[in-house]
């Protein structure tokens, strides 16, 4: 089953299915194209320098951090603290 970009939301949790980040979990940071997203774990990945990578390589997990939707939808400042701690606490695989 593929994805394109338009199904996941910004805010969106994802795991990793390839690369050498396989088995790490991502929020999406924003779209870039039908075929790409922006990722960030708050940790290898910041938010400032968000990991571009291809929706087929991403598993999408039906979960939303909606503060970090806000913060992104509003320009406001996500810091990478934030995004570490909404991981951990979504982190439900």
Request: hydrophobic fraction near 40%; avoid cysteine.
């Amino acid at each position: 089953m593929l994805i394109s970009s338009k199904e996941l939301e910004i805010g969106q949790f994802v795991k990793s299915k390839a690369g050498r980040d396989k088995d790490r979990l991502f929020l999406v940071i924003a779209h870039v194209d039908a075929q790409y997203v922006l990722v960030a774990d708050g940790d290898l990945r910041k938010v400032e320098t968000p990991k571009r990578k291809k929706v087929k390589h991403l598993m999408k997990i039906n979960q939303v951090s909606e503060e970090i939707r806000e913060k992104i939808l509003t320009d406001k400042k996500v810091s990478n603290a934030l995004v570490r701690k909404t991981l951990e606490k979504g982190n439900l695989i």
